[in-house]
Nanobody, 129 residues
Framework: QVQLVESGGGSVQAGGSLRLSCAVS???????????VGWFRQAPGKEREGVAS???????TAYADSVKGRFTISQDNARNTYLQMNSLKPEDTAMYYC????????????????????WGQGTQVTVSS
């Protein structure tokens, strides 16, 4: 099992930027077994939704339509994944979670939260108008 810790959330005005970080820890085997790392968000009163996900062994990446062109997911190794969020909007306000999956899946499934088995505690992002 792996542990994930998010950081980088905060309050920003509309049009601003934030960079979220997700640090993954655990045994070498458990980290090596990860195939996808994704970012999800949940606003009050709404269901959790997938924002972006990245296949850490290749170039496969998935983005929600609502963030395409504004958010970028990246990693520098299997232990650190980032979400660069630009041109933020008030509707981006939510708790953001990173999650990892051991599953082999298609890009079309990569934003489905049920595919992920390890989750961080979340970091709050608030965008004011």
């Amino acid at each position: 099992q792996v542990q994930l810790v998010e950081s980088g959330g905060g309050s920003v005005q509309a049009g601003g930027s934030l960079r979220l970080s997700c640090a993954v820890s655990g045994s070498t085997y458990s980290i090596y077994s990860i195939q996808w790392v994704g970012w999800f968000r949940q606003a009050p009163g709404k269901e959790r939704e997938g924002v972006a996900s990245h296949y850490i062994r290749g170039d496969h990446t998935a983005y929600a339509d609502s963030v395409k062109g504004r958010f970028t997911i990246s990693q520098d190794n299997a232990r650190n994944t980032y979400l660069q969020m630009n041109s933020l909007k008030p509707e981006d306000t939510a708790m953001y979670y990173c999650a990892s999956s051991y599953l082999s899946m298609s890009v079309s499934m990569a934003l489905a939260d049920k595919q992920y088995n390890s989750w961080g505690q979340g970091t709050q992002v608030t965008v004011s108008s």
